[in-house]
Structure formats: structure tokens, C-alpha cells
């Protein structure tokens, strides 16, 4: 199971491939859609894993899990698509451990929607994890139709938010552990410890997306660079105003349909 973040996918797996050669199965478990992609160069068999695990790593050695029902929900498949034995027997450990775990033949469609949930995964960094979500979720919703169109354009479906909140279901109870709140999520974190973030495979997959099939994607392309700013110069989360954001991404642009607050996994 490889969990880097995608800027550290490819020299994992050079390290991977030399250690263990190409026939041994890979499971992405990272965010993005690209990864699976990037490992079928050294990998023969590689898998997608669509990761929903509330927790947090600060410091090293110490994670924090903050789902009170299941540690975190790691549906898998192989890549591009199918099912097979690693699936089956790595989905019934996961299950063995705490974590919900089903085999899923179009996997790539769950990470999809992942891809549009984790396009906030900016916003709350630059804004901080305090923001409330009335203020933060025009910000989202902005980017999130930059997307759709894109991924429209592409041909690609993802599954509907309404099966991904069927999914969730109860699994994933968010609860303070010894009394610390969650503080924020995946890239909120990276910006906090001040390492690596993977916007450019997030907010920039949709920008890349949008340079193949002829889309605007502004305000997508505009969060990758105040992230790549931000982490460039060691700010930590908070450092816009969510009406001083919206104002700089929009250019114009409408903000798209109205929705529900995303769901907060990282």
C-alpha cells in the first residue's frame, strides 16, 4: 500500500520497483486520480484505493484517528477497473481492523468524487481550519463547477454525491480525542508542518484537465499557485479571508449551483 502524497509517488516507486521488482500488487492509497496511472509505468498490477480517514499527523509517530464508528472507509479496486484476489483479502483484513473495507470494480469513478470533495482541501488551508463553512463554501463551490464542466467534457462520471453520502452512511463519526479537536485536513496539515502539498495533483488536475479540453478553470488554476506561494514562503493556514479569496479566484465568474457542505476526510 503506497499512502505518500502524489508529489512523492514517483520516487517511491523507483525505491518500490527496485526493492520488489514489477509483479508485486501496489495499492494507491492517496488522493488524486493520478497516481494509478503513474505506478502502471514500473507496476503490473496496480490498485485504487479511495480513501476516507478522519485523522491527524502533526508530529512523527503520532496519528490521531478521529472517527469514533470505523477508523476510516478504504474501498478498493485494480486499475482501470475490475476486481481480483488482492482486493478481496486486503478489503477482509481492513475489515478485520477496524476500517470498512468493500471491493469496487469502477474505483476510479469513487476517487473521482473524492478529487471534487478534496478541491476545499485548499481553501481551508489558506483560510484555516476556523473558517466557517457559510463563508468558505461559495470559495468551494467555485471550483467544484470549474470541475464538473471539465470532467464533462472529458467524459468522465463520477459517482453522485448522493452515493457517496450513502456510503458514508454512520461510518465515519468525527469525535475529539483526550479532548483535541480535529484541526483540519490533509493539506491543511502539509501547510501546518510546513511539508509538501499535493495541490498541484488536486486543484491542478482540474486546470490540467481544463488545458486538454478547452475549459476555463481560473479559479483552479489561481488556489494551485496561492498554495504553491504559501508553501514556498512557510505560511501557515489561515492567512486569507474567505471574502478576499472568493473575490481574487472569481474573475467573474458565476459560482455555480448551490450545495451541501462537503464532507471533511482529507
Known sequence: MLATKSQDTEPAAGDLVAAAGPDVPVVSAQNGVTNEATLSRWFAHVHGMCV????????PGIVVAH????TGILDLGRF????????D??????????VESVPRPDIMRWKYRKL???????VQALCGSSAEWRAIGPVWELLVAEAEEVLAAAGIDPVTEEEDRARRGD?????PVDGQERSGGSTWQSLQRGSGIETDYLNGQIAHLGRLYGVPTPA????????REAAATGARPGTWAPDALLA?????????????????VG
Not at 476516507?52 to 508530529?59: D, T
Not at 482501470?80 to 482486493?87: A, I, K
Not at 461510518?171 to 469525535?175: A, D, F, R, S
Request: charged share 25%; no cysteine; aromatic share 0%.
Open 52 to 59: 476516507m480517514l478522519p485523522s491527524a499527523h502533526l508530529e
Open 67 to 70: 472517527s469514533a464508528a470505523v
Open 80 to 87: 482501470p477497473d475490475g476486481v481480483d484476489e488482492v482486493d
Open 89 to 98: 483479502a486486503l478489503a477482509d483484513a481492513l475489515r478485520s481492523s477496524a
Open 116 to 122: 471534487l470533495n478534496n478541491l476545499g482541501n485548499a
Open 171 to 175: 461510518h465515519l463519526q468525527v469525535e
Open 220 to 227: 483552479n488554476a489561481r488556489i494551485q499557485t496561492l498554495m
Open 248 to 264: 481574487d479566484l472569481s474573475r467573474g465568474r458565476p459560482s455555480g449551483r448551490r450545495r451541501g457542505e462537503p464532507p471533511s
